[in-house]
């Protein structure tokens, strides 16, 4: 499932997008702002439009990125902390 931290918008109000699992949630304290896992604290997209833009290319690629396959697993919250949907992995 995909989440807008509507608690941290950007300067310009655009909510940062995290991808989130039931099996390997990602949490926050709301109140003093850390987070459960220092990694989550970089988001996965900075914007709904960058989501978007990823998700639409994923969708139409003839080489779909790597992370596709693991779309709706608990496998890709342990590869968003990574990092692979900042460095655009496509193996």
């Given at each position: 499932m995909w989440c807008f931290d509507?608690?941290?918008p950007s300067a310009d109000?655009?909510?940062p997008v995290y991808y989130h699992?039931?099996?390997e949630p990602r949490a926050r304290c709301l109140s003093a702002g850390t987070w459960?896992?220092?990694?989550?604290a970089v988001t996965d997209f900075p914007s709904f439009a960058a989501w978007f833009e990823a998700m639409a290319a994923a969708f139409v690629s003839p080489r779909p990125p790597a992370w596709f396959d693991e779309?709706?697993?608990p496998v890709l919250v342990r590869l968003a902390r990574d990092g692979v949907f900042r460095t655009g992995d496509r193996d």
């Amino acid at each position: 499932m995909w989440c807008f931290d509507v608690a941290q918008p950007s300067a310009d109000g655009e909510y940062p997008v995290y991808y989130h699992h039931r099996d390997e949630p990602r949490a926050r304290c709301l109140s003093a702002g850390t987070w459960d896992e220092q990694a989550d604290a970089v988001t996965d997209f900075p914007s709904f439009a960058a989501w978007f833009e990823a998700m639409a290319a994923a969708f139409v690629s003839p080489r779909p990125p790597a992370w596709f396959d693991e779309m709706g697993t608990p496998v890709l919250v342990r590869l968003a902390r990574d990092g692979v949907f900042r460095t655009g992995d496509r193996d």
